[in-house]
């Protein structure tokens, strides 16, 4: 026999900071959210005892790997191996899991088609909190204010710090794309550890469409690549001819010198010991093979 259950009455919805919000949830997120306020202003900077600080998306266990669509690429990480992989990554437009691991912690970044979505962590530093205590936009006293009242938040530091009115929504998204890029520029760092790839898994975490570039991230990794590498690929490509994509070049967001100097290989007719030798020093011909580098690795530069 069946039985019969009322329709469920309708609801509306709204965009927030954090997704999409149901008129029950958000009427209850409000009140939580003048609750944090109040906790928040009550706060004393000198309160004894380390603040409680609730579960972050950071602090989680990872979630169960989805099975991969393909045998993932693995091995052990090395000088530069994180700025290859990201480049791979970005070239082949991949979407799925990158696994980076040193001990005890972890680094694990979802793409789509080749671009960051998400990145979870375990490493302290990569903590929003921290992030924005480094980048100036909060002091230590406020950062652990906050944190006394996260729980009321939902664990969500971004919709906490616009609730309470320490920043804009816009600036919020901003600063939380500038922390996903940082996580995986720090990776590029990592000289020891393991990866692992896992072809075609999807973010299972809530997040922001960011619209970050892996490019642009690549772009500030340049100090990461070991010397002796550059000197291996400029002894192989330096006298070859050389194109390169202008469009794509852009993306990676390099300085206009360096860009004009790349820019010269836009008509296929010379070859990057041209452009690095045009360099007047030292160090500015070492920057611009590892562009080139990573340019190359990307499939941007491509050498005839």
Not at 88 to 117: C, M, N, W
Not at 293 to 299: A, E, I, K, P, S
Request: with cysteine.
């Amino acid at each position: 026999m069946s039985t019969w259950s009322p329709a469920p009455r309708a609801t509306t919805s709204a965009i927030t900071i954090s997704g999409t919000q149901t008129e029950v949830a958000r009427r209850a997120a409000s009140e939580a959210a003048e609750v944090g306020r109040i906790a928040f202003a009550a706060a004393e900077p000198a309160a004894g005892g380390s603040p409680r600080r609730a579960p972050r998306v950071d602090d989680l266990p990872r979630p169960p790997a989805a099975r991969a669509v393909t045998s993932p690429p693995e091995g052990a990480l090395s000088p530069g191996t994180v700025v290859d992989l990201l480049c791979s990554i970005a070239r082949d437009r991949r979407t799925g899991a990158l696994l980076l691991q040193q001990g005890e912690l972890y680094k694990e970044a979802y793409f789509h088609e080749g671009h960051p979505v998400f990145v979870a962590s375990n490493v302290p530093e990569d903590r929003f909190g921290e992030f924005l205590v480094r980048c100036g936009v909060l002091d230590r006293d406020q950062l652990d204010r906050v944190l006394r009242v996260l729980d009321l938040f939902q664990g969500r530091m971004g919709q906490a710090l616009v609730s309470l009115g320490l920043l804009e929504p816009v600036d919020a998204v901003r600063l939380l794309a500038a922390q996903v890029a940082a996580k995986l520029v720090s990776a590029c760092a990592w000289h020891e550890g393991t990866y692992e790839f896992r072809q075609g898994e999807r973010n299972p975490w809530p997040a922001l469409a960011l619209e970050l570039s892996t490019f642009s991230i690549v772009g500030k990794t340049l100090s990461s690549l070991p010397v002796d590498r550059l000197v291996a690929w400029t002894a192989r490509a330096a006298d070859r001819r050389a194109g390169i994509d202008l469009e794509r070049l852009r993306a990676f967001d390099l300085d206009p010198a360096s860009v004009q100097s790349l820019g010269a290989l836009a008509t296929g007719r010379r070859t990057v010991r041209d452009v690095i030798d045009a360099a007047p020093t030292p160090s500015e011909r070492l920057h611009v093979t590892a562009i080139a580098y990573v340019l190359w690795r990307c499939g941007v530069l491509r050498l005839q």
